[in-house]
């Protein structure tokens, strides 16, 4: 890695709010750009300039003029030096940090958990909701539909993600009640258009002869196996074959967690964990799904993390948080209805009754830096957490750090090989800082 360079502020005094959004300088050491093709590479020394909420231009420093730079520094209102520029993180799997009484229902009000993300190094995210708790899940909705979209709190709300209803185990889920196929129709209306994914039990669909995932398909919302730990060979083989027919690729929710590996009775993980299926009849034309995994070093070990990226590629792989509340070791609260507390270990949330995960604590940033110390290379690393997710969700112009993208972007210091996160900038304004 070059010589890190501090990260530094300069900001002078605009006249009015319009100015003050017009136009960012970022000088970065290094920098992962998007090229294309969903990869990117780390460039040195490059000058990112940003133009109200979007990123205008990329250049090298050393091609620019003197007085090319000069004119860009008297119209900025932003500029900042930085080690290492990274693309926002795109979290598609989390329910939230806190904001209600019920963590269950931490997305009836929005801006608690929007406003804490940037300091966590995510710039966009879904809201998971959970619609076996029917009782909240329209005040859900109506809260995330009325922030979907805006930066006014800091992290961007770009769509739901449905933990359910469809679930064969609960993990620590509320349990489900039985819906039939024009019950979850209705329940499809009623989530509306930024449904982006939903996680799905095979054996479940596969019982009503895959009619769930297929209305799914026909209104192109992404599906995720999971919480299904009797998923059988032939209920996912089922599932992939109907992907197929819409053109569809389908993922896995939170590999590793209430899913199964089995030597001789194939399940999730067993597939989860291949880069592409063997030419087999029983796979001919199949696309192995895409997956998440928590990376908290607690719902999965930091080996198996390890074993995951060497099995599959970053494109494939997403790194989530499935976060239910933040906070110190032993803070309490309640999930569900029922009595949770954060670990001691401070990485987890556990069921008080019987130390059931009932989700993590940790951030993306957190994950970001157990990659790094996994020997996982900084370009991998990020798609993981960024342009993957987003490319899963359906999320264009998020998790990139290219021309014409939204100016989500992550200012590192790198200084004694450590990496420490110093600003957020969210549609091109600063909504985070040490």
Not at 186 to 197: E, K
Not at 203 to 212: K, L, Q, T, W
């Amino acid at each position: 890695m070059t010589e890190a360079l501090a990260s530094s502020t300069y900001q002078h005094t605009c006249t009015n709010e319009t100015e003050r959004m017009a136009v960012g300088i970022i000088n970065a050491a290094l920098a992962v750009v998007s090229t294309g093709s969903n990869t990117s590479e780390l460039v040195a020394n490059v000058c990112v300039v940003l133009r109200d909420d979007r990123v205008e231009s990329i250049r090298a420093v050393e091609s620019m003029s003197t007085h090319d730079l000069e004119q860009l520094k008297k119209e900025a209102c932003m500029i900042l030096d930085t080690s290492l520029l990274l693309p926002g993180f795109v979290d598609i799997h989390t329910h939230g940090l806190g904001g209600h009484k019920d963590l269950v229902r931490n997305w009836i009000n929005p801006g608690f958990t929007l406003s804490k993300l940037p300091a966590r190094g995510t710039t966009s995210t879904l809201a998971s909701l959970i619609p076996a708790d029917r009782d909240s899940l329209q005040s859900c909705i109506a809260a995330v539909t009325q922030a979907m979209g805006s930066s006014e709190y800091g992290a961007v709300l770009e769509g739901i993600h449905a933990e359910g209803p469809l679930i064969a185990d609960l993990g620590a889920l509320p349990a489900s009640e039985t819906i039939n196929l024009e019950g979850f129709q209705a329940l499809l209306d009623q989530l509306g258009p930024h449904l982006r994914v939903m996680t799905v039990a095979p054996s479940v669909d596969a019982a009503m002869d895959h009619a769930y995932s297929r209305a799914l398909h026909e209104r192109s919302i992404r599906v995720a196996m999971g919480h299904d730990r009797s998923a059988s060979h032939d209920a996912i083989v089922g599932m992939l074959r109907v992907a197929q027919e819409y053109n569809q690729r389908l993922h896995i929710t939170h590999l590793f967690n209430v899913c199964k590996f089995h030597h001789r009775q194939p399940s999730l993980i067993n597939v989860g964990m291949l880069s592409k299926f063997p030419s087999l009849p029983a796979y001919q034309g199949l696309e192995v799904p895409t997956v998440e995994v928590i990376v908290d070093d607690r719902h999965v070990h930091l080996l198996t993390v390890a074993a995951l990226c060497q099995a599959r590629s970053s494109q494939d792989v997403a790194g989530i948080t499935d976060n239910i509340m933040a906070g110190e070791p032993g803070t309490a609260g309640i999930y569900c209805g029922r009595e949770v507390c954060i670990a001691q270990d401070g990485k987890a949330v556990e069921m008080a009754e019987d130390g059931t995960l009932a989700g993590s604590c940790a951030s993306q940033w957190d994950s970001f830096r157990h990659l790094m110390a996994l020997d996982v290379s900084i370009e991998d690393a990020v798609a993981m957490l960024s342009s993957t997710p987003a490319r899963i969700a359906g999320l264009a112009e998020v998790g990139v750090l290219k021309v014409g993208a939204y100016a989500n972007l992550l200012c590192v210091d790198t200084t004694n090989a450590d990496y420490k996160l110093v600003h957020t900038v969210v549609h091109g304004r600063i909504v985070y800082s040490i």
